[in-house]
Every structure is written in structure tokens, then in C-alpha cells.
């Protein structure tokens, strides 16, 4: 079982940048796709972005340009770029690995489809404020 854990995660004010990190417990960029969610209070979890082993990335279009997936094999690690924070940026976010024999490829459509597959990290809050 794939273990994730998040960090990097705090308060700032609009404008700022954050800097996520996701370690992941074994090498499975040969295999998974990899990504990250957020969920807002009040609102349903959604995809930020998704990166395969080759470290081609895709995003959602609300973060398009602000965010930035990166991956780092040897040290096992996931990391989620964040700059020109916004309010509406604040929830918590997740890393997820997904390595559903049905996924046809990785993208955030393939993440969002497949979620219930993801294993999932226990999330890190960002908050915010203007």
C-alpha cells in the first residue's frame, strides 16, 4: 500500500507563494499517476493538476499559470508550487497517487474520474487572506 504524507502547508496573505511536499513511501512514479486535490469548506474535493513518470503535467484551469507540479524520484517526493495566492485558494490539499489498471491516461480528467481509486495523504491546510 502506497503511504503519502503532505506537509508545507500555512497562512499567508494574497500574493504569497507556498510550497507543498508530498513524500511518498515507495518508487511509484513507474506506475502511478500522481496529483493533487484541494477542498474548500463546504465544497466537494477537486484536482488541482496531475504528473506522470515522464513529469509531464497537466492543471485545472482555475490554476493554470499560479501552480506548478514537480517531481523529485530520488527523494521520493511530490511538490505542489504555489504562487499569486488567492482567498479562494484556502482548503486543504492532498497528494494522490493513482494506479488503477482502468486509467487510460494521466491527466486531471484521468485523477478526477478514477478518485476513488487514489490513494490518498492526510492533507495539508493552506489558508488565505486578503
Known amino acids: 500500500q502506497v503511504h503519502l504524507a503532505e506537509s508545507g502547508g500555512g497562512s499567508v496573505q494574497a500574493g504569497g507563494s507556498l510550497r507543498l511536499s508530498c513524500v511518498v513511501s515507495?518508487?511509484?512514479?513507474?506506475?502511478?499517476?500522481m496529483g493533487w486535490f484541494r477542498q474548500a469548506p463546504g465544497k466537494e474535493r477537486e484536482v488541482v493538476g496531475s504528473?506522470?513518470?515522464?513529469?509531464?503535467?497537466t492543471y485545472a484551469e482555475s490554476v493554470k499559470g499560479r501552480l506548478t507540479i514537480s517531481q523529485d524520484s530520488a527523494k521520493n517526493t511530490l511538490y505542489l508550487q504555489m504562487n499569486n495566492l488567492k482567498p479562494e485558494d484556502t482548503a486543504m490539499y492532498y497528494c494522490?497517487?493513482?494506479?488503477?489498471?482502468?486509467?487510460?491516461?494521466?491527466?486531471?480528467?484521468?485523477?478526477?474520474?478514477?478518485?476513488?481509486?487514489?490513494?490518498w495523504g492526510q492533507g495539508t491546510q493552506v489558508t488565505v487572506s486578503s
Open positions: 504528473i506522470n513518470r515522464h513529469g509531464t503535467t
Open positions: 494522490a497517487a493513482n494506479g488503477s489498471p482502468w486509467r487510460k491516461g494521466c491527466s486531471v480528467e484521468d485523477l478526477r474520474v478514477l478518485a476513488p481509486y487514489n490513494e
Open positions: 515507495e518508487d511509484v512514479y513507474s506506475s502511478y499517476c
